[in-house]
């Protein structure tokens, strides 16, 4: 089955996953603006709909985010077919990535019954140290509800407990790209854009960059 009227034969999704603070985003932003693909990020499309006014699971959604859990499946994957059938409408886009999922066995495989197997997934290994540097220098500097000390904590013990068995089934299965997250930004970006080219091939399409002149007529 997959998602609206959309052929899942058409569709290439790739997990990126990493521990709280691995750099899952930051390197998403900088490939959706290099290449030709989609970024999703499961946090951004939880707390958008968290923040919508009237949404039917907007107060479950924060509750959890609060404790550092992760919410049921059904909504999670539901959220994620949502925003991936209006970037299908919107952009005609093929190719995505999503950032934060799966977390749990249970959400890898409704995900893939109901939407898409996923071509691999992209595992960004940063030392527990580095990644809580990150989230608190987020927290300062974002003001992000779910990076104070505490419930930074309590992510770190539910990717423990939880998401390291979706990477390991991942491993087993041999869709596992495997990244050092340490270090400086630049040279993880460097690794990253090799893994998906070992991966997607000619899939994996650079965007036309955008000339100065260009820059200046929309300023």
């Not at 968290?50 to 059904?74: C, F, V």
């Not at 997934?121 to 987020?138: G, H, I, K, Q, T």
């Amino acid at each position: 089955m997959g998602v609206g009227d959309t052929n899942p034969s058409n569709l290439q999704v790739v997990f990126v996953l990493g521990g709280p603070g691995a750099g899952k985003g930051t390197q998403c932003g900088r490939l959706a603006q290099d290449y030709h693909l989609e970024h999703l990020s499961l946090g951004d499309v939880l707390r958008k709909e968290r923040d919508t006014p009237g949404s039917e699971h907007g107060e479950l959604i924060a509750r959890n985010m609060e404790q550092g859990r992760i919410g049921p499946m059904e909504v999670t994957v539901s959220l994620l077919k949502k925003a991936i059938l209006a970037a299908t409408i919107q952009t005609d886009s093929r190719l995505f990535l999503i950032d934060g999922f799966p977390r749990k066995m249970d959400q890898l495989l409704l995900f893939e019954d109901t939407v898409c197997a996923a071509t691999c997934a992209v595992y960004l290994d940063a030392s527990s140290e580095d990644r809580r540097r990150r989230l608190v220098n987020r927290g300062v500097v974002d003001g992000r509800q779910d990076d104070t000390n505490d419930i930074i904590q309590k992510r770190f013990v539910t990717f423990e407990e939880t998401c390291v068995k979706v990477i390991r089934h991942l491993e087993c299965e041999g869709r596992i790209e495997q990244v050092q997250g340490d270090g400086d930004i630049d040279e993880v970006y460097m690794a990253t854009q090799e893994a998906l080219k070992t991966r997607l091939g000619d899939a994996l399409t650079r965007r036309k960059p955008v000339a100065k002149s260009a820059i200046s007529d929309m300023l």
